[in-house]
């Protein structure tokens, strides 16, 4: 009997393995992606296309990575080179592809714990702007601009205007990254032993804050302002492709395939273990919290956008009633509309001085506006939540949720790197396993380094928007060819009938041969032509003279011909002046 | 004769009311005492000027360090229903000169504390057109309390993994311990002696399939 040296490491039950998948799948995107989507395509009627491309191409995918890790008991290289050896390089585009996503995702976390460790005072500083050098107003670009903004971008990014501006490393940043990849070592270690263990926390309490949340949220005066907003289902969104699109794409990346993490995770199972059922299980809490969570993000909206309504309604009473001398009863929030219409037309004259300082104040213009990603996290979340009371309680357990959504990430996307660096037979002869860990966390803390520069924020939208995106789209659809038709979808059968005890119903076959493959190749098409039709790359640059973000040019000699028009454009007009005076 | 002593009696609040008017030196004041306090708002009347008179001249007091200042040094007029009015400073000595507006100024701006509790109200709900409040001086930390946090996080990480690693080595060592001592008394049994037998006593046993119980693949 061969009594192998090193048994592969594998989970102690098929509940840890199923739970580091949930941990994995579900992340930030469900928080800050879904809920914008749903918002721009028509509220509940988004789910319409959602689920449908779920059941299309989200779990037959996620389930064929699971078979072929459990089958191949390698990491993503070992696997695909067992298929056929040509096929290495698509394991190795999955570490590739894995690498970008450890270097630029654990910045995230760093904001996170920024945001966290600053949690912990009296007032929270992005409730109230810092006084100015003489005291007697705040800060002109704060004032401008708004306390959330002013510290997401000042002093959490201490932003530079452009990503040719490198300026130095944020120390602050710098440090909480390490912090970051600490942690990350700390639960990667041992390997599949340390994970199996965090991912019993990393998965399940999430679901215990946004529980929290919920409840917050809905009991927020307004909250319904926002669930109704969003629920309500604009059928024709439908008509738009662009809709479709979105929603294949998000199940896409949400569920987290082609990166390696899958079958890297599921080379860890007992050969029997039913991943079919699992697959169908994981994908569709995945799902239900991405719709659970935007519940949530949808009632601290409405909060918000009320909040917004009944200041900025304040604000014109205040404007009318200082403006006419009026006593304090007379204009009351609900009439201050037609009261400015009355003033209009009863004192046009004291009217005129201050018409440039009325606002429209509108309930639905404040809940359209849609945001996702970094700025929904850390500026409108963190907004709603210094309106909240008890608000340094409702900061520490937000950001803690968002850590361990991202740490959970954060687990699968290193675990796709080591899994295939730990089959290496030639590199474990000399290093241990926790000497590789620690050497793989190392790099990629040096080179995440760049992200904490005064620019940083924007090399993060570049890789966040391209690192992983259409390569990723390569990937799957040549994983699920290879499996059908070149390693073939019999064999494939068969490997399944051996694991499982059955063979696969016609559902999966049917996926798995025409109707996935058909779904990525259009996918990756219409990204090619996107980018082909984009031409120059623009950004958002936070403009530190106007105060908000504009679009900036990824082309700098671009940047400069605007300028010259723009000064151009000045010097004419100045002149004009000048000679009509 | 009785035109005269009218006159005599109206002329100075005329006068006074002129001064206030027409001057230059006067700061508008207004109150938002319903925004300020809601339900516990009170009525602004005529007591209620009168103690905003009285602080102001207190203000004027302590700023000048004269105590000369009376509530009639303090002239107010355009009275609105917004609760608004202007008024001005008249000097101690001459009541027809005014106390130019920056004396006023570095008056209010030194007891405006005094002045918002006396009426309850805040720099937002009781303001001096065109006298920029003094907001409160920022609070300036030794170590900046997100260090405290961050430093208690990482030393908390840094002493798990350190105790991983430990553990880890000392499982290896303990492993390596265990095999080398295994070998050696092996050997020694053997060379002692001669018979291999005795060995087999200290190790678990070879498991040999021909002699299985198992009968798994044969029924009979």
Same mark, same amino acid.
């Given at each position: 009997?061969?009594?192998?040296?090193?048994?592969?490491?594998?989970?102690?039950?098929?509940?840890?393995?199923?739970?580091?998948?949930?941990? !994995?799948?579900?992340?930030?995107?469900?928080?800050?992606?879904?809920? $914008?989507?749903?918002?721009?395509?028509?509220?509940?009627?988004?789910?319409?296309?959602? +689920?449908?491309?779920?059941?299309?191409?989200?779990?037959?995918?996620?389930?064929?990575?699971?078979?072929?890790?459990?089958?191949?008991?390698?990491?993503?290289?070992?696997?695909?080179?067992?298929?056929?050896?040509?096929?290495?390089?698509?394991?190795?585009?999955?570490?590739?592809?894995?690498?970008?996503?450890?270097?630029?995702?654990?910045?995230?976390?760093?904001?996170?714990?920024?945001?966290?460790?600053?949690?912990?005072?009296?007032?929270?500083?992005?409730?109230?702007?810092?006084?100015?050098?003489?005291?007697?107003?705040?800060?002109?670009?704060?004032?401008?601009?708004?306390?959330?903004?002013?510290?997401?971008?000042?002093?959490?990014?201490?932003?530079?205007?452009?990503?040719?501006?490198?300026?130095?490393?944020?120390?602050?940043?710098?440090?909480?990254?390490?912090?970051?990849?600490?942690?990350?070592?700390?639960?990667? *270690?041992? @390997?599949?032993?340390?994970?199996?263990?965090?991912?019993?926390?990393? &998965?399940?309490?999430?679901?215990?804050?946004?529980?929290?949340?919920?409840?917050?949220?809905?009991?927020?005066?307004?909250?319904? =302002?926002?669930?109704?907003?969003?629920?309500?289902?604009?059928?024709?969104?439908?008509?738009?492709?662009?809709?479709?699109?979105?929603?294949?794409?998000?199940?896409?990346?949400?569920?987290?395939?082609?990166?390696?993490?899958?079958?890297?995770?599921?080379? !860890? =199972?007992?050969? =029997?273990?039913?991943?079919?059922?699992?697959? *169908?299980?994981?994908?569709?809490?995945?799902?239900?919290?991405?719709?659970?969570?935007?519940?949530?993000?949808?009632?601290?909206? @409405?909060?918000?956008?009320?909040?917004?309504?009944?200041?900025?309604?304040?604000?014109? /009473?205040?404007?009318?009633?200082?403006? #006419?001398?009026?006593?304090?009863?007379?204009?009351?929030?609900?009439?201050?509309?037609?009261?400015?219409?009355?003033?209009?037309?009863?004192?046009?004259? /004291?009217?005129?001085?201050? &018409?440039?300082?009325?606002?429209?104040?509108?309930?639905?213009?404040?809940?359209?506006?849609?945001?996702?990603?970094?700025?929904?996290? #850390?500026?409108?979340?963190?907004?709603?939540?210094?309106?909240?009371?008890?608000?340094?309680?409702?900061?520490?357990?937000?950001?803690?949720?968002?850590?361990?959504?991202?740490?959970?990430?954060?687990?699968?996307?290193?675990?796709?790197?080591?899994?295939?660096?730990?089959?290496?037979?030639?590199?474990?002869?000399?290093?241990?396993?926790?000497?590789?860990?620690?050497?793989?966390?190392?790099?990629?803390?040096?080179?995440?380094?760049?992200?904490?520069?005064?620019?940083?924020?924007?090399?993060?939208?570049? #890789?966040?928007?391209?690192?992983?995106?259409?390569?990723?789209?390569?990937?799957?659809?040549?994983?699920?060819?290879?499996?059908?038709?070149?390693?073939?979808?019999?064999?494939?059968?068969?490997?399944?009938?051996?694991?499982?005890?059955?063979?696969?119903?016609?559902?999966?076959?049917?996926?798995?041969?025409?109707?996935?493959?058909?779904?990525?190749?259009?996918?990756?098409? #219409?990204?090619?032509?996107?980018?082909?039709?984009?031409?120059?790359?623009? $950004?958002?640059?936070?403009?530190?003279?106007?105060?908000?973000?504009?679009?900036?040019?990824?082309?700098?000699?671009?940047?400069?011909?605007?300028?010259?028009?723009?000064?151009?454009?000045?010097?004419?007009?100045?002149?004009?002046?000048?000679?009509?005076? | 004769?009785?035109?005269?002593?009218?006159?005599?009696?109206?002329?100075?609040?005329?006068?006074?009311?002129?001064?206030?008017?027409?001057?230059?030196?006067?700061?508008?004041?207004?109150?938002?005492?319903?925004?300020?306090?809601?339900?516990?708002?009170?009525?602004?009347?005529?007591?209620?000027?009168?103690?905003?008179?009285?602080?102001?001249? $207190?203000?004027?007091?302590?700023?000048?360090?004269?105590?000369?200042?009376?509530?009639?040094?303090?002239?107010?007029?355009?009275?609105?229903?917004?609760?608004?009015?202007?008024?001005?400073?008249?000097?101690?000595?001459?009541?027809?000169?005014?106390?130019?507006?920056?004396? *006023?100024? +570095?008056?209010?701006?030194?007891?405006?504390?005094?002045?918002?509790?006396?009426?309850?109200?805040?720099?937002?709900?009781?303001?001096?057109?065109?006298?920029?409040?003094? +907001?409160?001086?920022?609070?300036?930390?030794?170590?900046?309390?997100?260090?405290?946090?961050?430093?208690?996080?990482?030393?908390?990480?840094?002493?798990?993994?350190?105790?991983?690693?430990?553990?880890?080595?000392?499982?290896?060592?303990?492993?390596?311990?265990?095999?080398?001592?295994?070998?050696?008394?092996?050997?020694?049994?053997?060379?002692? =002696?001669?018979?291999?037998?005795?060995?087999? @006593?200290?190790?678990?046993?070879?498991?040999?399939?021909?002699?299985?119980?198992?009968?798994?693949?044969?029924?009979?």
């Amino acid at each position: 009997l061969i009594m192998s040296k090193e048994a592969r490491p594998s989970w102690d039950s098929p509940m840890q393995f199923v739970l580091a998948c949930v941990s !994995y799948a579900v992340g930030l995107g469900n928080v800050w992606r879904f809920p $914008y989507l749903c918002q721009m395509h028509g509220g509940g009627g988004f789910l319409i296309p959602y +689920l449908l491309m779920l059941f299309l191409e989200g779990i037959p995918l996620f389930c064929m990575e699971l078979a072929i890790g459990q089958k191949m008991r390698l990491g993503s290289i070992g696997a695909w080179t067992a298929i056929s050896p040509y096929l290495g390089g698509l394991g190795i585009a999955s570490v590739v592809t894995s690498m970008y996503l450890c270097l630029y995702y654990n910045v995230i976390n760093a904001w996170s714990f920024w945001y966290l460790f600053h949690s912990f005072q009296s007032v929270l500083p992005w409730a109230e702007c810092p006084v100015n050098a003489n005291r007697t107003g705040y800060l002109e670009e704060c004032e401008v601009a708004s306390p959330t903004q002013y510290f997401f971008y000042r002093e959490t990014l201490n932003i530079s205007s452009s990503i040719d501006e490198n300026g130095g490393l944020h120390m602050g940043q710098a440090l909480c990254l390490l912090l970051a990849w600490i942690i990350v070592y700390l639960f990667i *270690v041992r @390997g599949v032993k340390s994970t199996g263990m965090v991912v019993y926390f990393t &998965a399940t309490f999430p679901y215990v804050v946004l529980f929290i949340y919920l409840i917050r949220g809905v009991t927020l005066h307004g909250a319904w =302002n926002g669930v109704k907003y969003m629920f309500t289902p604009k059928l024709e969104q439908l008509a738009n492709p662009q809709t479709w699109i979105n929603a294949a794409t998000q199940i896409f990346f949400s569920l987290g395939l082609g990166f390696g993490s899958l079958i890297a995770f599921s080379s !860890y =199972n007992h050969h =029997n273990n039913d991943f079919e059922k699992q697959a *169908v299980v994981i994908s569709l809490i995945n799902s239900g919290t991405s719709v659970f969570a935007s519940v949530v993000t949808f009632s601290i909206y @409405g909060f918000k956008a009320t909040f917004n309504y009944e200041s900025c309604l304040e604000r014109m /009473r205040l404007l009318c009633l200082n403006a #006419f001398d009026l006593s304090e009863e007379s204009i009351s929030a609900e009439n201050v509309t037609a009261w400015i219409s009355h003033l209009n037309i009863t004192h046009p004259e /004291r009217f005129a001085a201050i &018409a440039s300082k009325i606002e429209h104040c509108s309930l639905e213009a404040e809940l359209d506006t849609a945001v996702e990603g970094t700025g929904l996290a #850390f500026i409108v979340y963190s907004e709603a939540i210094k309106n909240m009371p008890l608000s340094q309680l409702w900061s520490v357990l937000y950001f803690i949720m968002l850590l361990l959504l991202g740490m959970g990430s954060m687990l699968g996307n290193v675990t796709a790197i080591i899994t295939p660096l730990a089959d290496i037979k030639l590199l474990t002869r000399f290093l241990s396993s926790e000497s590789i860990n620690g050497l793989v966390c190392l790099l990629c803390l040096l080179l995440g380094f760049g992200f904490t520069s005064r620019s940083g924020s924007y090399w993060f939208t570049i #890789f966040n928007e391209y690192a992983a995106t259409l390569s990723l789209l390569f990937i799957v659809f040549i994983e699920v060819i290879s499996v059908c038709y070149i390693y073939g979808l019999r064999r494939f059968e068969r490997d399944i009938e051996d694991m499982l005890g059955h063979r696969p119903n016609w559902y999966w076959k049917v996926m798995w041969a025409v109707v996935s493959p058909l779904l990525l190749f259009s996918l990756f098409i #219409f990204y090619i032509i996107n980018y082909i039709q984009g031409g120059t790359p623009t $950004y958002q640059a936070w403009d530190k003279d106007l105060v908000r973000s504009v679009k900036t040019f990824a082309n700098n000699k671009l940047n400069q011909n605007e300028k010259n028009i723009k000064m151009k454009k000045l010097v004419k007009s100045s002149i004009i002046r000048i000679l009509t005076m | 004769m009785l035109a005269g002593v009218l006159l005599l009696i109206f002329l100075p609040p005329l006068v006074a009311k002129d001064l206030c008017k027409d001057s230059q030196d006067g700061f508008k004041v207004r109150l938002s005492i319903k925004t300020g306090l809601g339900d516990d708002a009170y009525e602004w009347n005529e007591s209620e000027m009168f103690l905003f008179r009285s602080t102001l001249a $207190y203000a004027m007091r302590k700023h000048s360090n004269q105590d000369t200042y009376t509530i009639d040094n303090i002239l107010v007029c355009n009275d609105t229903q917004r609760v608004s009015f202007v008024f001005v400073v008249t000097s101690t000595d001459d009541p027809d000169q005014l106390i130019p507006k920056e004396q *006023v100024e +570095l008056a209010v701006r030194q007891n405006k504390h005094r002045i918002n509790n006396a009426f309850l109200l805040s720099d937002m709900t009781l303001e001096f057109m065109g006298i920029p409040p003094t +907001l409160s001086a920022p609070i300036i930390y030794d170590t900046e309390p997100w260090l405290i946090v961050f430093g208690v996080v990482i030393g908390a990480v840094a002493v798990g993994i350190v105790a991983l690693l430990m553990s880890t080595v000392s499982k290896k060592r303990r492993a390596k311990e265990k095999a080398a001592g295994l070998s050696e008394e092996d050997e020694g049994i053997v060379k002692e =002696n001669g018979t291999a037998l005795s060995s087999l @006593g200290r190790k678990e046993g070879v498991y040999n399939q021909a002699f299985s119980n198992d009968d798994r693949f044969t029924k009979l």
